[in-house]
């Protein structure tokens, strides 16, 4: 049996549907579904559900699919790693991130990579949180960039960046003449925070608890770029990454000021789906993403306190105020080499 079939069959799975399937393979819908429609007569069983919506796998299909998507991948990284062994890295590496770290963190790491790797691909997606992992688990992505990374029973996480906590405030603030926040100096402010149900307010919250220093929770927020523009006009002070916040101090727009305990960190990591043959691009790209987070003194993860929140989901405040709705298509960047 050929492979291309196997490759089409996996894909409907994934992508959950016929014709994005065909569009990722370059066949028409009903190419795919005659190629799926093959597999069932070769094996006299139903894989796929195609009474339901979105589509189901039958309990033969989801053996099938197991054992296909595995064979599949191996075979694909086998053959980039064989055509790669005497030239230049050339494969396609796709990534899916949250708006904060993707926004924020990766220009640096794009350019970087596609200047040591000129004619390799890396396709990278701005998605929520649940749909990195989403897209991880499906094998629409091969890599994700979360924070607050998580294992699961199908996804491996690994750490990678530990970002400092800042404190971020107008320049005419108070506390913007001081050069460290200590936390205690937080009591009584009007806060710009996170909604409750994030991760990264329910640490904020428990570094506070912990001071025993309550503030005014003025506004909340699920998204980073909201509450930077409420502090833009002074609306109240708010606890953010820093790499977030680092182009609107330079501008002059934010005060932001380090925190005197350095106690409060957003951990950020990189994840795969367990199992999962990666190809010699996607191997490059991850080796690049610790080694220059080490280079350039990101606070690599692993080192310190980087297993902060590890166990916690991943917050889901990581869009900028302009985000796609539900439904829409997700932002998305295609970058290639020379």
Known sequence: MHLKPLKIFCDVVSRRSFSRAADDNQISQSGASQVVHQLEQRLQV???????????????????YQGCRSLVQRYLALEEEVRT??????????????????????????????QRYPKANVRLEYLH?????????????????VSYPRSTRDVEAVPWLVEPMVLVCHPSHRLAGLEQIPIEALEGVNMVGFDRDLTIRRKIDRVLDAHR??????????????????????????????????????????AVRPLANGELVRPLGIIRRRGKELGVTARRFVEL??????????????????????????????????????????????????
Request: charged letters at 25%; proline letters at 5%; aromatic letters at 4%.
């Open 213 to 254: 220093v309550e503030v005014e929770m003025v506004m909340e927020f699920d998204n980073i770029e909201t509450i930077k523009r409420a502090v833009e006009i002074d609306a109240g002070v708010a606890l953010l990454p820093q790499p977030t916040v680092a182009g609107s101090a330079a501008q002059a727009a934010l």
């Open 46 to 64: 139903k894989l796929i559900d195609r009474s339901r919506r979105p589509l189901r796998l039958t309990a033969e299909g989801e053996v099938f």
């Open 289 to 338: 993403l610790t080694s220059e987070a080490e280079r350039t003194g990101g606070s690599p993860a692993g080192k310190g306190s980087a297993g902060n929140g590890s166990a916690d989901n991943d917050s889901a405040g990581n869009r900028p105020a302009a985000a796609p709705a539900a439904g829409d298509r997700p932002a998305e960047e295609e970058l290639v080499g020379s």
């Open 129 to 145: 949180p649940h749909r990195v992992y989403e897209a991880v688990q499906t094998d629409q992505a091969d890599l994700g960039l």
């Open 85 to 114: 062994m005497h030239s230049e890295v050339a494969g396609r590496v796709r990534v899916a991130s949250i708006y904060s770290a993707g926004l924020h963190q990766m220009d640096r790491y794009l350019k970087r990579f596609l």
